[in-house]
Structures are given as C-alpha cells and as structure tokens.
C-alpha cells in the first residue's frame, strides 16, 4: 500500500448549470474503513465518488487524501482504484492483461506484473480464467476481474459504484461476504456507493446517508438504523420502511389518531409530531389499541400485517402470519423506547 | 472564470478562485487535446472544400476563356445575367429536374415493393441482399459503359435483340433525344434501387412484429396495415432515402457522361453535366463556374425543401 | 388453396424477374469477355459457346496493356485510403468523445461540405493545380479525393467511437494510463472492426471515382475507369476486350462489397442520420 488513505471532504458543491448535484457535502473517511454512500438515485452520492475518483472536478470546496489537497489532480494522478458499475473491463484484451494494464501504466516491468496479476486473480478466484476476454465470462466473473484490476495496483483508495447491482440475487449475497473479506485483508480504504440499504448495513463501518445532494446523517449503521435523524433518513432506511404517522405530544403521552399510543419521554412541551414506528417494533398482541386487519402479506419466515389504526395506516412485522386474517381486529402496542419522535416542521429528530 | 480573476475574490463567492481555477485548466487542458486532434482534419476539409468553393464563386465573376485568355478579365455578375438568358441553362436544370424525380420516385417505389416482397419471403431473403449490394458497390462510370455497349448498342446490344424479337425493331437507342433520357433514367434507377430496397429493408426488419399482430387482432387487413402501420413507421426512413437520393442524382455525372456525354444534343445534359461541358470542353471557365455556382443555390434550395419536409410532422 | 398457389407461383416470376435484372448486365460483361471475336458479334446473341480467356490475356499483356492503369487507380485508393484513415480517425474521436463547446458547429461543417457539388470542387481545382504543375500527379488527385472520402470517414468513424461506453476511458484514467495511451491502447484496438469497414468504403468510393479523375488524369495517372475508354473509339470497338476491362474493374469493388456486407447500409446512410446527404 502507498498510503494510509484518509479521505476529507470540504463543503463540496458540484454544479450542472443551474442544477445543485451537491450543496457543501463534508465527510472525513479513516484509513482502513469501509465507508458506504447510501441514497436514492440522484441524491448525489455516485457524483461524491467520482469527485472523489477525480473523474468529476468540483465547482467549490476541496478533496483532501492523506493531508494532500488533490482538488486540481484528475483520476490518473491521484492514487485510487475503482470498480465500475458496470465493470468497464476492456473487450479486447484478456483476464490478465485487464488486471495487468494498471500495472503496466506504472512502468512496472514484466517480471514484475506477471506474479502480482496472478496473486490479484488468485484472491478473487478467477486464476484459471486468465486467457478468456470478458465477453467469454459470466456476470459474476467479469465482477471479480473488475474486482482484480482494482485491487491488483495496491492503491491508497478503492473505490466501488454498485458493484453488485448487475449480478442477480444470489450471487449478490455471496459477493458481498466476499468482498467484505477481502476488504479486511488488504486493509484499504474502501468507499463504496449503494442504493440498497441492506449491502450498506452489511458492509460498511460507517455510511453516509445522502438526500438530494447532501448528507443527512454519518455514523454506523446500527447507529443509523436505531436512531435515524430526519424523517427522511427514518423512511430511507429500513425495510419494510418505519412507519411514520401524524401525531401529537400531548400530557406526556404520544397522540396518534386521537388516541395515546405510548407514553412521551420526560420533559417534551405540547407539539405536532412524525411518530415513526419501526414494523418490527409493533407488537400485536391481546392488550393495547384496537386495528383492523386490512391484508396480510405473507413472506414466509415473517409476516406483514397491513392495518388500520383509526383510519391510519399502520404495518406490522410479524413472525407468524397464519393466525390472522384480512378483516380481523387485533390489538398492537408500541414499547416507548421503540417510538422516534419527529419534528414536523424541521423534519429533525426529536431527542429525548 | 479566469484565471487572471484576483485570488482575493471573495469566499463566499458561487465559486472559489480555487476550484474554478481547476476547471479552467482541465477545460483548457481538454480543449488542446480536442484541437490537436481535429486540426489536420480541419485544415484538409478547408483545402479540398472550403477555399475550392471560395474560389468558385470569385472565378464565377470573371470571364476565363482558357481558349481565348486575351478576353479574360472581371465581369461582375455578369456571368450571372447571361445564365438568366442562356436557354441552355433552363433546358439543363428541367433535364435535371426530370431526370432527379423520376429516378428518385422509381427508385422509392420499386425499391420498397422489393423490400415488401422479400420481407415475407421464408428463404431466399440472402440471395436478394447478396445481389443487391452488386450494382451499388460499382463505379457509375462502368455501369454505365456495360449498359451503353453490351445492352443499348444497336444490333448488338442485349436490349435491342429483345426489341427486335418483339417485333418492335432495331432502335437507335442513345441517339434519339427522349430514348436517350428514357435510357440513362433506367440506367441511374437499375445501379441504384437496391440501395433504397436495402435501406427500406433494414427499416422494415426493425419494425416490431407484434404491433403487426395487434393490427390483425385490431383485424385490419393487409392493405389497411401497409397504410396504417407499415408506411407511416417507413416513413423516415422514405424521406432519408428521398434526401440522400436527391443529392446523389442532381450530381449524377459518370453514368450520364459514360453513356451519352449529355446528348444527343443537350438531351440528357443535367446541369451537373453542362458545367462540365461549359468548363472543360468548351474551356469557359468563368461561365463554368456560376453554373456550378447555379447547381450548388439548387442544391441548397432543394435540401432545405427536403429538410422541412422531414422536420413536419 | 389454388389462390395460394397461384400467388406463391406470381411471386416466383416477380422475384426472378427482379433477379434477372439485376444480375443480367454483369453476367452479361463476364460472358462477353470469355467469348472470341465471332462469338461476341454472333447475331442472336450466344449464351452457349466455348470460353476463352483471350481478351483477358490482351487487355493485361497485350500493347494496351492495363496493368499500368490498374496500377494507377491502386495508388490513388491506396493513397486515398491510408491519408483519410490517418485524419479522420483523431477528429472522428474528437468528435464523438470531447466536450469541447463548438464541437456540434464542427460536426455541423463536417456534414456541409459534403452538399458542395463535385463539378463545383473541381472547376476551382483545375486552375489551382494547373498553376503549380500537379495535373496528372498522385498528390494533386489524392488530395482532392479527401473532399469527398473526409467528410465520409469521419462520419462512419464518429458512429463507431459512440457505441464504445464512456467508462472505457474512465476506467483508464483511473488506471493510470494518459489520454494518448487510452486512445491507443483502449480505445483503437476496440473500434478495428470499424476501421476495417470504413476503410472498405473509403478504397471503394476512390476507385470509382470518375469526375475528378476524367479532369485531372493525363499519362501518368490514368486510373482504370478512365483507360477503358481506349477501347472504345468512334472507327471500332474492342468488344471483348471492353468486357474483360470492364469486368476487372469491377472485381475489386465487388470482393469488397461482399467482404463488408454486414456493413453495407450503415455506409451508405451514415451521416443521413445525423441529419445530412452523402454523394
């Protein structure tokens, strides 16, 4: 390895004309972590990366790599690898010279070259595929020969953008194990950019949630998962999403449909609220509110109740759908540490 | 934007001095790239058709006799006014006129029915694409030499034998005025209708099947599909075929040149053909060059028709 | 069932009609050329006689030999060919990959120059190269044949540089590799097929050229399509031999056109899409 790899953003802002892709996004990465971009398509994150790439030079702010000002560097002068969305391995050329040509830009000798591209291939489990070209390779091979080129070079930064979107299902979940590995190994800095809240929540060390082009919250995912702080962030992430309703604080209790559903945390003046429930945090059970079973969806190891709580909607993650049918009337309660709390005008968390 | 803007702006600026500093000089980096690259290209395409056509139009101002070069000297628009007058030049833009819609309409029509007939055709589409590439990958100047001597010779030529078995008799095929324009119209139509089958049945073949079986579920029949569906999804590709094959007919020289030489007379002498002739065999260079001058106005004129057409709609 | 027959039979005729109209002047030049001078002048004409390569043997070795003439319109495609690839390649690139402002004014002038009618080229022409001597040289003639063959590979070479993804060339910049070397190493080795078929067409196009040939061919150069006017004249006509010249010239066109079959359409419309005419 080169370097350490310690990224900084500083208020970075990225314009197309009019439009603001980016408005001041500021993040710092450590050496060594996996850091994930997670956002809705066009929140900025892909943008973030190849800013961070050199592909994309910012309208304002500065990148920082390992205390080095790199804004004016373009990719071929900053140090980082990267693996493209959709692999862009090159058609001509074969499995090794792929994973060699990184290598050969640095000057490096043949000699040289030759065991590196086979260590980077043997990592990824594809050195008996050196001879084919990439048009000979399934989806998940050309992945790993992406993965290869990457990390073949040893460079301060490795960068990934959905590297796994192409790949179907279960390849997806076996890449991303692997690719957690073989992070940890090398022990790079990783910055990896996702749509998918769960590639996030299993890979990353910490993330960067982004909402049209800017950061709403940092942290560990755990961190995130349990105390979002926005509504948009608490809508984001998890699946199926938190329930988020209109409510009030009032008398020390949390008012959803004109009735208490939970009692308030200490301390907290009369407002309007977002209530927002997790599915899994609502318990239905013989006691509490009454609902009214609209549709239950059965997901096999779990359940999805679709209810009615005096005219909202509410949804609840169950382990066992069977006892229940559409039309039932059920009760569900809400534990008050499993109630977040909203502003409803600032959309900020309300903190107990 | 620029790099000489004072490095004190202020911060809080839209942009830091900084930051578009770096941009202008990846853009400017990028520009030089962009020029290198296109600057060969750039000087050669001036040299062989800008400054030519500069040039044109200064000589076209001139009277330049190479025969008789002691009357050379500048005439203005001279040339022009003569050209107005000249009935030579009206016979040769309405020989260019016929000789360009005929050609072009035959070659559409015949072309697309083609195209239709082998579409549904379940084997043999290959041997079609196969010959069709034949007469358009020839030189006009050949094709037309094959026609004029081996098809059109009289008493000789494949054509005539067959007139002659018809009972129509021997024809003296090139040597009569609408005979000749008859003969160097089919002769353009023959070497190039299978460029307009091709195109149309590439066009054709990308058009999707089951908005064929919509349309027969709709229970439109074959001739209401080809009207409904089938010509009006054809018809870009119909006006492209139109345009290109316009341009290419209103400077169809080789052929016309190989087989007749723009007679008998000026019977077959487009206007393409009588600025060669003014030019190069009457050595009027002066006069040549308006009515290639002439010839490019028309050019302009008809493409902007042609190109309006395509836009509406 | 009968009308169904009937059809398929109509369609036969049709069909073998079109056929037979196409193919009957080339396959009558090649019949003529292997026939002697009686069977050539044989009223009825004759489609069975005994074949002779006798014309053949004439026009290539004979005293109007057309190896020369041959060789002339080889050096001016050739010459052509290897001329535009050199320039059109790097501008096609340009074209179609930098953002640079202005580039769709120069793609714009690009097409424009192909409205500009032959005849209008050559007339200025005539008078330049007359006054610096380049009549009847390779020079004189292959750079006025970039008129025509520029415009044209550009455009061809445009559409192929657009079908390569731009991630090519970022996934090279962050390898390391120079804007030079991306387009050596990257890009060009991917887009070969492409050169191939556009220099097929660039060769074909120069040699059947005619109009600029007929103007500034002399003894030098005296490429093919020009020399097989030496066997017409107004006291006789060599039949034969004006079959076998013919067929020779077309020969080459021909391997090449079938070569780039595949290819075809896209060369002859290319350029029309993007909203202009081709020659």
């Known amino acids: 390895m080169t370097g350490p790899g310690k990224v900084r953003f500083e208020d970075v802002v990225k314009m197309h004309g009019n439009f603001a892709a980016l408005k001041g996004v500021e993040f710092e990465i450590e050496p060594g972590e996996f850091f994930a971009l997670l956002g809705p398509s066009g929140s900025g994150k892909s943008t973030t990366l190849r800013i961070l790439a050199g592909l994309d030079m910012p309208t304002r702010g500065r990148v920082i790599l390992d205390d080095q000002d790199v804004t004016a560097q373009d990719a071929r002068e900053r140090d980082v690898a990267m693996v493209f969305q959709s692999y862009a391995l090159y058609p001509h050329m074969t499995v090794a010279q792929n ?44 992945q790993r020969c992406a993965l290869a080129r990457a990390i073949v070079r040893r460079a301060k930064l490795f960068l990934l953008d959905e590297p796994l979107s192409n790949l179907d299902a279960k390849l997806r979940l076996e890449t991303r194990a692997e690719l957690k590995r073989l992070q940890r190994d090398l022990g790079v800095t990783a910055v990896y950019v996702t749509h998918d809240q769960e590639e996030a929540m299993t890979l990353a060390d910490r993330m960067a949630v982004f909402m049209e082009g800017e950061i709403q919250q940092i942290g560990r995912p755990a961190d995130v998962f349990a105390r979002p702080n926005s509504i948009d962030v608490a809508g984001f992430i998890g699946s199926p999403p938190m329930n988020l309703l209109p409510g009030r ?104 | 934007m620029s790099l000489a803007e004072p490095v004190a702006a202020p911060s809080g600026a839209a942009l830091s001095p900084a930051a578009s500093g770096h941009l202008d000089v990846m853009a400017r ?39 008789m070069p002691f009357m050379d000297g500048f005439v203005g628009i001279e040339n022009y006014r003569q050209l107005f007058a000249d009935p030579r030049f009206w016979q040769s833009l309405s020989v ?35 010959i069709a590439i034949l007469p358009v ?94 010509l009006p999804l054809l018809r870009p590709a119909i006006v492209m075929v139109v345009i290109m094959r316009t341009m290419v007919a209103l400077t169809a020289f080789a052929a016309i040149f190989t087989v007749t030489g723009g007679g008998p007379g000026t019977a077959t002498e487009i206007l393409n053909l009588y600025a060669y002739r003014k030019s190069f065999t009457e050595l009027s260079i002066g006069y040549g060059s308006a009515l290639a001058v002439a010839l490019l106005v028309v050019t302009i004129l008809i493409s902007a028709v042609l190109f309006l057409i395509r836009r509406a709609k | 069932m009968k009308t169904k027959h009937l059809r398929a039979i109509g369609l036969l005729i049709v069909t073998g009609i079109f056929i037979l109209a196409w193919v009957f002047p ?30 053949y043997r004439s026009v290539l070795f004979g ?110 910049a962050v390898d390391g590799a120079s804007r030079l070397t991306t387009l050596r190493r990257i890009i060009l080795p991917q887009v070969q097929g492409g050169i191939a078929v556009t220099i097929v067409f660039v060769f074909l196009n120069a040699w059947n050229e005619f109009l600029f040939a007929v103007v500034l061919s002399g003894n030098t150069v005296r490429p093919v399509t020009i020399a097989m006017f030496n066997f017409v004249s107004v006291e006789q006509t060599l039949w034969t031999q004006l079959a076998a010249v013919s067929v020779i010239a077309m020969l080459p066109v021909v391997i090449l056109g079938i070569l780039a079959q595949k290819h075809i359409v896209k060369g002859l419309t290319v350029g029309a899409v993007k909203g202009g005419g081709r020659r």
């Open chain 1, 99 to 142: 994973i060699a040509f990184p290598l050969e830009m640095e000057k490096k000798s043949k000699a040289e070259i030759e065991p590196l591209v086979r260590e980077a291939a043997r990592k990824v489990r594809i050195d008996h595929l050196l001879d084919r070209r990439p048009g000979q390779l399934s989806g998940g091979q050309q």
């Open chain 1, 249 to 352: 604080i009032e008398g020390g209790q949390v008012v959803v449909a004109g009735k208490p559903l939970s009692t308030a945390p200490a301390g907290l003046a009369s407002r309007d609220v977002i209530v927002g429930v997790r599915p899994g945090a609502v318990q239905v059970n013989g006691t509490g509110r009454a609902a009214t079973v609209e549709f239950v969806e059965n997901l096999g190891d779990t359940a999805i109740l679709d209810l009615k709580l005096d005219g909202a909607p509410i949804r609840a993650r169950i382990s066992d759908g069977r006892p229940f049918a559409d039309g039932d009337q059920v009760a569900i309660t809400v534990a008050p540490q499993d109630v977040h709390l909203f502003d409803a005008e600032t959309r900020r968390r309300i903190e107990a």
């Open chain 2, 29 to 67: 980096r990028e520009r030089r790239f962009a020029a290198a690259l296109l600057a060969p290209a750039f000087i050669a395409l001036g040299a062989t058709t800008t400054f030519p056509l500069l040039y044109l139009i200064w000589t076209s101002t001139f009277r330049m006799d190479l025969a």
């Open chain 2, 96 to 130: 260019s006129m016929i000789y360009t819609v005929t050609t072009v309409i035959a070659q559409v029509i015949l072309g697309l029915a083609l195209a239709l007939l082998v579409m549904n055709m379940k084997r043999g589409q290959g041997l079609f694409r196969f």
């Open chain 2, 137 to 230: 990958v020839l030189s006009p100047a050949v094709v037309g030499m094959v026609w004029r001597s081996f098809m059109l010779t009289p008493e000789f030529g494949v054509i005539d034998y067959l007139s002659i078995s018809a009972g129509l008799g021997s024809q003296n095929w090139l040597g009569d005025p609408f005979m000749a324009l008859v003969s160097v119209i089919v002769i353009h139509t023959w070497q190039w209708t299978p460029f307009a089958f091709m195109v149309l049945l590439a066009s054709l073949a990308s058009l999707p099947d089951d908005i064929y079986e919509a349309a027969k579920i709709d229970r439109a029949g074959p001739w209401q599909r080809f009207w409904r569906i089938t």
């Open chain 3, 26 to 55: 080339i396959f009558w030049s090649v019949l003529n050329s292997l026939k002697n001078e009686q069977d050539v002048l044989a009223y009825p004409p004759k489609l069975f006689f005994e074949p002779t390569l006798a014309a």
């Open chain 3, 63 to 172: 005293p109007q030999s057309i190896l020369p003439n041959l060789w002339s319109s080889f050096v001016i495609s050739a010459g052509t060919t290897i001329l535009t690839m050199a320039i059109a390649i790097p501008a096609a690139y340009a074209l179609a990959r930098l953002r640079v402002p202005g580039s769709r004014w120069a793609g714009f002038y690009v097409l424009a120059t192909q409205m500009l009618p032959p005849v209008g080229i050559i007339i200025p022409y005539f008078l330049i190269l007359r006054n610096i001597g380049w009549m009847d040289t390779y020079q004189g003639i292959i750079l006025i044949y970039l008129s025509f063959s520029l415009p044209f590979a550009i455009w061809l070479m445009v559409s192929y540089f657009e079908d390569i993804p731009f991630e090519m060339e970022e996934a090279a």
